[in-house]
């Protein structure tokens, strides 16, 4: 299997963190986002749409983080991804839950306006609209996670699923904003959980180090402005 990701895609970690931790083989395809490789004609002509990731299975293509999870779970015979209907459906919740609205709140309008230069056009009002209402749906979608993770240790019950991996990216985002988790015991400790197995480190370690880089340049910019 090969595998076109950026490192620091929100959408590429799950699918990264998944291969590492299971000890999957794959062979690596990086394509920058921040470089605009993903608009190249040579990887539009394998994905269209110009998004990440996207994997390669000896010819069969299959963009979409969350299907990729599920492919891979599924021809290897995982037991990340349940065969028994209701185990899988709760899964599939969670898949579907992680990535609409707990995403829109949580990412879009929290973490994006500070991260993506496309965005840094906002007027100020227009930014402060974001954040208050990011502030309210993140709040609400975490309180409701916390409660879940007090019943059970996992996302989707009690063992581990494909739905960890994809969660715990579109969670850990706010770590670029240094969101404070602390009010919800029960996401922190499945966080810390989901950091302590063996492929985290090599399926985030960019991405901590582009959090390490902007915070210096945001540091950087301000003793400038000061000066």
């Avoid at 921040?34 to 394998?46: K, S, V």
């Avoid at 019943?151 to 670029?176: F, K, M």
Wanted: net charge negative; with cysteine.
């Amino acid at each position: 299997m090969k595998l076109y990701f950026d490192p620091i895609s929100t959408s590429s970690r799950p699918v990264t963190f998944l291969l590492h931790d299971q000890g999957i083989p794959f062979e690596e395809a990086p394509v920058s986002l921040h470089l605009g490789e993903h608009m190249a004609p040579a990887f539009a002509r394998l994905n269209p749409m110009a998004q990440l990731p996207l994997l390669d299975d000896q010819g069969f293509l299959l963009p979409e983080s969350n299907a990729i999870l599920k492919y891979i779970a599924q021809k290897l015979e995982l037991a990340l991804y349940p065969t028994d209907l209701r185990a899988q459906a709760r899964v599939d919740e969670m898949l579907g839950w992680f990535s609409t609205n707990f995403r829109a709140y949580h990412c879009i309008l929290g973490v994006y306006p500070t991260m993506l230069p496309a965005l840094a056009h906002l007027a100020p009002q227009t930014r402060a609209d974001m954040a208050a209402l990011s502030a309210y749906g993140s709040r609400r979608h975490l309180t409701v996670l916390d409660e879940k993770l007090a019943r059970q240790r996992y996302a989707a019950g009690d063992e581990l699923t494909i739905a960890d991996y994809a969660g715990l990216s579109q969670v850990t985002l706010a770590e670029y904003t240094a969101f404070d988790f602390s009010p919800y015991p029960h996401v922190a400790a499945w966080i810390e959980r989901m950091k302590a197995r063996r492929g985290y480190h090599a399926a985030f370690a960019a991405f901590h180090g582009f959090i390490s880089s902007s915070r210096v340049k945001s540091h950087q910019s301000e003793e400038g402005a000061s000066a």
